[in-house]
């Protein structure tokens, strides 16, 4: 460890101190306020200090982690993200009942492990990072804990996640036991047939199982049974965690195991990641059409976006990083935009996640109506929105490998999935029931800090949907060193 | 710079219109009409000019967007963009004042739709780079699914979604084969480009040119509508609220045609050789079956819906005869039918207005008590169904006698489509206006405007009808500069 390691290491040290400091000062005096303001400035801090590190990358950190342009950008990503969560959770916390102040403290944690996964270059390291962040997760999503639904979740994610762990840690012993090395750079060798590497049946089975743990946290099909649950018990801070940082970073370290060095065309990890995507695809969009509860309907169309990136992760070629990257990036802004509204929308301690409470959302909140139509058009993936340069890039990436059976899965899998988003716009748009009496938030008082966050993201999924450029060349630098 | 603002001017002129809905029910009307007119004079000023013989494109603005992947705001306008946008403005201004009185529920964002609408089929018209199209192409969606769900019928749903899903699949067909073309241009040319002009020197096989072009056809055979793509048609126009009518059958029906005859004939001429037969076969069903089912119907906007796939059919017949004449008629059939039909979905708003009903068998005899109103509409049923002197005639003649040149058989097929075409005019004129008032209807008479919507509608159509000339003037130049090999290799 040299002075240089710690330098670049420092915005997870910081980050990592700010959740120490936050529970130290629940320990002396609780105030919701004071967490939160202590974890945004953390975030910022560490934020900031990604600038510093950037002076002495790319460097190997120990043999654990690999700190160079791509982790920095991803960390970037996550540490902004955390902070958009912080402040649309400081005002869905008021409403509730109970201790708001480790909420805070819980997704700091949950964030540094995200980092750490992005960062991972080692076994040892990933398997530290997928635990600090499921972890935190069990106690965030069952964080209203008097409430049933969340204890039903975040039970049936503490097994589930818990079962995905262990898979993950006997399939890294299995295939330690044949290659030998524990560092992923060597293992992606092993896939790509490299000569004098080939892999037994012990290490194709330690593979299988750690495919099904990553698979698991990316909620891919077969793996995407807890979704659904998940996403709805969750409170709708965790709901966003779960699937922008969780998920992010996880893809985030798939993309760089698997993309050091040549294609992994025709062997068989890569018809697996096929399979997979093609049948989230699909499975995913079917699942979603009938849903009447929106955080179910997002949760399995979450399945289908990852279906969709996965796309661009098995197109390889030079546009496959950066296509995969933009979308990543698409996507978590749009889905962390589409839960943002949500929690602002659910003023007590109920929340109101049912189409039909959103049954003439526009006659009521013209404003944040449009800001929910624009989140869902991107997901849909229509123009003006950063989501549909998103899959315009996907489908460069795929027809530039000509992955034709994928394309066409997609096409066929994004108009099923048109259809329901249209069905949440026509129910935002279609008139007021007579008898309505369910009132939402009343007229113009949407907390600040949450509004800066959603009006932010809006303006992002509009600048990264008109003018992508200098993002795609900040993506394009970033990718050039792993890809 | 002109081209650009043609478009802005739209664009805030709808953000416009929203904010001030907030306040005023009638500023959003006032503020969409002004600048469809100014964009209007915009265009004829354009037109005034005269076109460049010199260059391709008389007016050009190029910028770089996303320089990665060579896709750049590239818009251009010729004859034939010209035209068209003049349609587009045109049939805005009659779209804008036909829902004047009709749109209670939130003017603002209604006239917001309606802005953006135009100015993505404006973009349409003038781009391109394949992106840019597609981009446009796209953004006419959104606010037209908007315009049928909130503002329709009945069904408005129903027809709002199907309309969306229909365009929705056959458009992501269009992005990937344009996506394909450009990996294509960039592995034989070494750079990435979405530039209309590049991709024309990509040299491709015969069975790539085939699918590539066929990707395309889907996006343009779902929106011209090509029989049996049409079925989102039907629904769509009647459930659509007039000025969307006006609009889905002037306009949005147009820019199939126009991205068959701008992408389509240009980039693949040998695969549009190949599948011309085909298409022509389609297009000779698509008259013949519009024009029976629009016999067989009893709602008004429905009826009037299928005599558009009738006469989309003679769009599509002629762009496939693949001669100059054809081409040329194609053009004057587009803008005539954009007139005809926008009119006749205005008449059946004003109808709808004061009837509350589409059914004919609600109808009958008001010639009686609205003489004026039924006359006009006498007028445009007459022009829908060719007649002589009218627009639609000399589009229909031209697309005949080209058709001719190339298969005589087909020409003799699609002729039969006037004959239908009087048959269902007739009907509509016989149970509308004509006959006894047995339900003793008594409505008001024409309103202002009704009659400012009337009056230029029937002028144009005239005009067209008895001196065609200086549009031929200002398409021929477009049609010649068409890459040899795709027009006259018939001939």
Redesign the interface.
């Known amino acids: 460890m040299t002075a240089s390691d710690l330098v670049a290491l420092s915005p997870l040290i910081l980050l990592s101190a700010t959740a120490l400091v936050v529970m130290l000062s629940i320990a002396i005096r609780r105030h919701h306020g004071a967490s939160a303001t202590l974890a945004l400035l953390g975030l910022a801090a560490s934020f900031a200090s990604l600038r510093w590190a950037a002076s002495v990358t790319p460097r190997q950190v120990t043999g654990l982690l690999l700190i160079d342009g791509y982790t920095l950008f991803y960390w970037g990503v996550l540490l902004a993200l955390a902070a958009a969560v912080v402040l649309l959770a400081y005002s869905y916390l008021e409403h509730q009942t109970g201790h708001q102040e480790e909420f805070y403290c819980l997704m700091l944690l949950a964030t540094a492990g995200g980092l750490v996964l992005v960062a991972s270059s080692h076994m040892a390291s990933l398997f530290l990072g997928f635990e600090i962040l499921s972890v935190s997760l069990y106690a965030l999503i069952a964080y209203l804990h008097l409430q049933r639904l969340p204890l039903e979740a975040g039970v049936k994610y503490l097994v589930l996640a818990a079962t995905s762990s262990a898979f993950l840690l006997f399939g890294m012993a299995l295939l330690y036991s044949e290659t030998g090395s524990m560092q992923l750079a060597t293992l992606a060798r092993f896939y790509m047939g490299a000569p004098n590497a080939a892999l037994g049946a012990a290490g194709w089975a330690g593979t299988v199982l750690m495919l099904t743990g990553i698979g698991f946290k990316l909620a891919v099909v077969p793996f995407h049974l807890w979704t659904p649950d998940v996403y709805q018990g969750a409170p709708l801070p965790t709901t966003a965690l779960v699937a922008t940082i969780s998920k992010g970073s996880v893809f985030a370290l798939l993309l760089r195991w698997f993309h050091p060095a040549g294609s992994l065309a025709g062997t068989p990890v890569w018809w697996a990641f096929v399979i997979m995507a093609a049948a989230s695809m699909l499975a995913g969009n079917l699942l979603a059409l009938r849903q009447n509860n929106v955080k179910r309907l997002l949760a399995y169309s979450s399945i289908a976006h990852m279906g969709y990136l996965m796309v661009a992760f098995v197109a390889a070629g030079p546009l496959a990083v950066q296509a995969a990257t933009y979308y990543l990036l698409a996507y978590v802004i749009t889905i962390l935009g589409a839960f943002g509204i949500m929690s602002v929308l659910c003023s007590g301690e109920e929340e109101c996640c049912e189409l039909e409470d959103y049954r003439g959302l526009f006659w009521q909140r013209p404003v944040l109506a449009a800001m929910f139509s624009a989140m869902l058009l991107s997901l849909a993936g229509i123009p003006l929105t950063a989501g549909f340069l998103g899959k315009f890039y996907v489908m460069a990436a795929g027809a530039s490998s000509a992955l034709w059976l994928l394309l066409f899965v997609l096409v066929a899998s994004s108009t099923i999935g048109l259809y329901y988003y249209l069905r949440v716009l026509v129910v935002l748009f279609s008139s007021l029931p007579e008898d309505h009496v369910k009132v939402m938030l009343p007229r113009g008082r949407v907390p600040a800090g949450a509004g800066f966050s959603l009006a932010v993201l809006v303006i992002l999924l509009f600048v990264f949907g008109l003018y992508p450029a200098p993002l795609w060349d900040l993506i394009r630098g970033i990718s050039a060193g792993i890809g | 710079m002109i081209l650009l603002w043609l478009i802005a001017i739209l664009i805030l002129a709808g953000v416009l219109a929203a904010v001030a809905g907030r306040f005023n029910a009638a500023a959003p009307r006032v503020i969409s009409l002004a600048a469809l007119v100014l964009d209007l004079a915009l265009c004829l000023g354009l037109w005034g000019r005269g076109l460049s013989s010199a260059s391709r494109w008389s007016e050009e603005l190029s910028w770089?967007?996303?320089?990665?992947?060579g896709i750049h705001f590239h818009l251009a306008l010729d004859g034939l963009g010209l035209v068209l946008i003049l349609l587009t403005m045109f049939l805005g201004i009659m779209a804008v004042l036909a829902s004047w009185n009709g749109i209670q529920r939130?003017p603002g964002f209604f006239h917001f739709n309606v802005m953006w609408v135009l100015a993505g089929v404006t973009g349409v018209f003038l781009a391109v780079d394949l992106?840019l199209f597609?981009?446009f192409w796209?953004?006419m969606?959104?606010p037209m699914?908007?315009l049928i769900?909130?503002w329709g019928y009945q069904r408005r749903?129903y027809a709002?979604?199907k309309f969306?899903?229909f365009t929705?699949?056959s458009s992501?067909?269009m992005?990937?084969a344009m996506?394909?073309l450009?990996?294509l241009h960039q592995r034989t040319a070494g750079f990435y480009s979405f530039d209309l002009q590049d991709l024309l020197a990509t040299p491709l096989a015969p069975d790539m040119e085939m699918l590539l072009a066929l990707g395309f056809l889907a996006a343009f055979a779902v929106k011209l509508p090509a029989f049996p793509f049409h079925t989102w048609l039907p629904d769509a126009h009647a459930e659509a609220p007039t000025a969307g009518s006006v609009i889905l059958a002037g306009l949005l029906l147009k820019t199939g045609a126009f991205g068959m005859l701008r992408f389509v004939l240009p980039l693949f001429p040998h695969a549009v050789q190949r599948l011309a037969p085909l298409m022509m076969t389609l297009a000779v069903l698509g008259i013949l079956y519009g024009a029976i089912l629009a016999f067989a119907q009893n709602d008004l906007k429905r009826m009037v819906a299928y005599t558009s796939v009738s006469h989309m059919g003679f769009v599509l017949l002629g762009i496939f005869a693949l001669n100059p004449i054809a081409l040329q008629g194609v053009v004057v059939q587009m803008v005539s039918h954009g007139i005809s039909t926008g009119a006749l979905f205005v008449l059946a708003g004003a109808l709808n207005e004061r009837l509350h009903s589409r059914e004919l068998r609600d109808m009958g005899g008001l010639w009686e008590t609205m003489p004026m109103l039924s006359g006009v509409g006498l007028f445009f049923v007459m022009a829908s169904a060719g007649m002589p002197g009218l627009g639609d005639f000399v589009g229909e003649f031209m697309v005949l006698l080209g058709t001719y040149q190339a298969t005589p058989v087909l020409s003799a097929l699609a002729a039969l489509g006037m004959i239908t075409g009087a048959c269902y005019a007739l009907r509509l004129a016989q149970k509308t206006f004509l006959g006894p008032n047995v339900h003793h209807s008594d409505f008001p008479d024409a309103r202002w405007n009704e009659r400012a919507i009337a009056v230029p509608m029937m002028v144009c159509l005239l005009w067209i009808g008895l001196y065609p000339q200086p549009l031929l003037n200002m398409i021929r130049p477009a049609i010649d500069n068409m890459p040899r090999q795709a027009v006259t290799a018939r001939r």
């Open positions: 770089t967007w996303v320089p990665q992947l939130s992106f597609y981009f796209e953004l969606l959104v699914y908007f769900a909130i749903i709002a979604v969306f899903l929705q699949i992501l067909l992005l990937i996506i394909v450009v990996i």
